[in-house]
């Protein structure tokens, strides 16, 4: 087995949403940078993935100059909570500083593939395998990996890990290292992607039967998520019970069963990882937390980390300050603790609200109370705009 030995700046681990916009941000700066992916380019492409760049991220690619290359149109912000199939719509006042941009985690993706490989020639590496970082004190990293043509070895000035929750970023940090705060809230999501588009607006459903929703995944297909027992299997969802449950759910009983492409599920918990750096690896993304997709911050709360860090990165290699670098985590912190608050605000709400069975009467009125604040009480509406805006 050949070996190939290199330099670079920085190794980013992961082609999501995260590395890529990190990497593009470097590339933009001059920065040498090398982007590791386990999978190939075309998985990555059609790959579904929640989230939607909300107006902080509109900013951050303004800021960047990219957001013409890589957002979509205007577009009008409006979810409908339901309550027992009665519907009303939250409409998302818009953030005079930038108007809202339509932009899917997967339309992101393939427009930062498209902008960083084809328009400015980045180095993006797919297929590969057995990646270990070494990381120890007073040296430069290397990051060693396997691919079709051997293995390989970059030696560099960082690496930054942006392969999610099981990627091998941080589990190559040592025990004792990291402190790990977690909330387990349960129950899981059955998350299934179906040949049927949203008409209207996007919905949260709460019902006396439980929690749904559902949310656009391009122009013909949309994903339903239906709250469920964290032992579910798919053997205990068969189609036609998704269906009727879709229907009891959303109160609307004139929606047929269409096909449906995938089920998965997707237990609800929030997680973060303190600090967000070791040495010269840093996390960002899934990597350092985790949150129920309830409130829809996952991929933004990534996009602000790699906004930090690529900020970082151009003052420490371009100007030789470390300062921001060496105070990632410090930076980012407050800030995710902040909306790990709102998405378990959503959760808990969106969820105590229904069935009472599981959290009773009492916590089901509260919760109720809470989603009529949102219309009847103008700050309240504000602040939740304002927190699904990602401008608070």
């Known amino acids: 087995?050949?070996?190939?030995?290199?330099?670079?700046?920085?190794?980013?681990?992961?082609?999501?949403?995260?590395?890529?916009?990190?990497?593009?941000?470097?590339?933009?700066?001059?920065?040498?940078?090398?982007?590791?992916?386990?999978?190939?380019?075309?998985?990555?492409?059609?790959?579904?993935?929640?989230?939607?760049?909300?107006?902080?991220?509109?900013?951050?690619?303004?800021?960047?100059?990219?957001?013409?290359?890589?957002?979509?149109?205007?577009?009008?912000?409006?979810?409908?909570?339901?309550?027992?199939?009665?519907?009303?719509?939250?409409?998302?006042?818009?953030?005079?500083?930038?108007?809202?941009?339509?932009?899917?985690?997967?339309?992101?993706?393939?427009?930062?593939?498209?902008?960083?490989?084809?328009?400015?020639?980045?180095?993006?590496?797919?297929?590969?395998?057995?990646?270990?970082?070494?990381?120890?004190?007073?040296?430069?990293?290397?990051?060693?990996?396997?691919?079709?043509?051997?293995?390989?070895?970059?030696?560099?000035?960082?690496?930054?890990?942006?392969?999610?929750?099981?990627?091998?970023?941080?589990?190559s940090i040592p025990d004792g290292v990291l402190t790990r705060y977690s909330h387990e809230f349960g129950y899981a999501w059955l998350a299934v992607l179906v040949e049927a588009p949203v008409k209207g607006h996007p919905i949260m459903a709460v019902s006396d039967?439980?929690?749904?929703?559902?949310?656009?995944?391009?122009?013909?297909?949309?994903?339903?998520?239906?709250?469920?027992?964290?032992?579910?299997?798919?053997?205990?969802?068969?189609?036609?019970?998704?269906?009727?449950?879709?229907?009891?759910?959303?109160?609307?009983?004139?929606?047929?069963?269409?096909?449906?492409?995938?089920?998965?599920?997707?237990?609800l918990r929030s997680v973060v990882y303190e600090p967000m750096q070791y040495r010269n690896l840093f996390l960002a993304g899934d990597a350092a937390h985790l949150v129920p997709p309830t409130g829809a911050k996952g991929m933004n709360l990534a996009l602000h980390d790699v906004d930090v860090l690529a900020q970082g990165f151009v003052r420490a290699i371009a100007e030789g300050d470390t300062t921001e670098l060496l105070r990632y985590s410090e930076t980012c912190l407050p800030d995710l603790w902040k909306y790990q608050e709102f998405s378990v605000w959503m959760t808990d709400t969106m969820h105590d609200a229904g069935n009472a069975r599981q959290h009773g009467v009492f916590r089901q009125r509260t919760a109720r109370a809470r989603l009529d604040a949102l219309f009847s009480s103008p700050a309240a509406g504000q602040l939740h705009g304002d927190y699904l805006r990602g401008t608070v």
Request: charged residues 25%; contains cysteine; hydrophobic residues 35%.
């Open 1 to 171: 087995m050949s070996s190939n030995h290199e330099k670079t700046n920085i190794v980013i681990i992961g082609a999501g949403a995260s590395g890529l916009t990190l990497a593009t941000f470097l590339h933009k700066s001059g920065i040498p940078c090398v982007v590791l992916e386990k999978r190939n380019r075309s998985y990555i492409e059609v790959r579904q993935r929640a989230g939607v760049v909300e107006a902080r991220g509109v900013r951050m690619f303004e800021r960047w100059g990219l957001a013409d290359k890589l957002l979509g149109g205007p577009v009008a912000a409006t979810i409908e909570y339901r309550l027992n199939g009665v519907g009303r719509v939250f409409e998302i006042a818009g953030d005079h500083g930038s108007p809202s941009r339509f932009c899917t985690q997967q339309m992101l993706v393939n427009n930062l593939l498209r902008e960083l490989i084809d328009s400015m020639g980045g180095d993006v590496r797919f297929d590969v395998d057995s990646i270990t970082i070494q990381n120890e004190e007073g040296q430069r990293p290397n990051v060693s990996y396997t691919d079709a043509n051997g293995a390989h070895e970059l030696t560099c000035d960082y690496v930054v890990g942006c392969d999610a929750d099981h990627g091998v970023s941080r589990t």
């Open 209 to 267: 039967r439980g929690f749904a929703a559902q949310l656009p995944r391009g122009p013909q297909r949309s994903r339903y998520y239906l709250q469920c027992a964290l032992s579910d299997t798919a053997e205990d969802w068969p189609d036609e019970r998704i269906w009727n449950e879709i229907r009891l759910r959303t109160g609307d009983q004139a929606l047929v069963n269409v096909q449906v492409h995938d089920k998965f599920f997707v237990p």
